[in-house]
């Protein structure tokens, strides 16, 4: 895992985990160009005030500030592909001096980019190329890849890191000093025995009325998994890898029932355990 005081790396993915080994939060950390020895923390914004009050507890006696940025904004640049398939590549900035970071996405390649402006900046002046999109685009974006972010992904004191695909997200050093929620989590990864991973999952059609941790069925009957969040026929679902190429089912709190179908993303590791075919009966 990339730390942010090696040469060359300003941004990292975490998780903020729980003495249990759940995740608590899911972080992006950047180091500002402006601000020697200072860190920039990016979360879900509907859970601020409990991040904050999280790492106080930590800052025991140093001298440490930890406050909230609302001057700052965080825009995400999304690649496209051209005619070849290829993604495109970094944008140029016209102002680059106005850039506190603007870095590839630690997460994966296909989430394009990173860029936090002072808040009365205007993106599109800075980056000529690009134009303005708005938040459902970006979260349709993300489930469409299989990409978990914030609570309703990664419900607090529910998710396990290494089921939301952690070490695919280069969120985790199996090498570095101890950590809270530490045991678990390393016990797991060195077992290799992962029985269930969230996953990008399309709905035969958009349902309303769903229920967190909805159940989600297999065509006999049987519990597969659990349905996370989504948006529209889009969504990621924690599956058990035994029934991931199942056709399963998802019902609603009003009765209403659909089909869905996961999918391996392209950004998982090519040496990733696949799911395993479904047994005829």
């Known amino acids: 895992m990339a730390l942010l005081d090696e040469p060359g790396h300003r941004a990292m993915y975490a998780h903020m985990l729980s ?89 994966t390649q296909q989430m394009g980019w990173r860029l936090v402006l002072q808040s009365d900046v205007d993106p599109l002046k800075i980056i000529a190329s690009c134009k303005k999109g708005d938040t459902e685009e970006y979260h349709r974006h993300r489930y469409s890849i299989g990409l978990p972010e914030g609570v309703k992904d990664l419900p607090p004191g529910v998710a396990f890191p290494l089921e939301s695909n952690l070490v695919y997200m280069q969120g985790i050093s199996f090498s570095k000093g101890c950590y809270i929620g530490q045991e678990l989590t390393a016990r797991t990864h060195h077992t290799g025995v992962i029985r269930k991973r969230l996953m990008p999952v399309h709905l035969s059609s958009p349902v309303e009325h769903l229920e967190d941790g909805a159940t989600l069925l297999t065509q006999s009957g049987k519990p597969a998994g659990k349905h996370r969040a989504g948006t529209g026929e889009l969504g990621l679902s924690l599956i058990r890898m035994a029934h991931a190429k199942e056709v399963l089912t998802l019902r609603s709190s009003d009765d209403t029932t659909v089909t869905l179908e996961a999918s391996v993303p392209d950004w998982w590791p090519e040496d990733t355990p696949q799911p395993k075919d479904a047994l005829l009966g």
């Not at 859970?47 to 965080?74: F, G, Q, T």
């Open 19 to 107: 003495v249990q080994g759940r995740t608590l939060y899911d972080i992006l950390l950047y180091r500002l160009k402006e601000a020697e020895g200072g860190v920039f923390l990016e979360c879900d914004s509907t859970v601020k005030d409990s991040i904050l009050k999280h790492l106080k507890v930590y800052k025991i006696r140093r001298k440490v500030n930890i406050s909230p940025c609302s001057e700052l904004c965080v825009w995400a640049v999304l690649s496209q592909q051209d005619k070849l398939g290829q993604e495109f590549s970094q944008p140029g900035l016209s102002s680059p001096d106005k850039a506190l970071v603007w870095e590839a996405d630690p997460r």
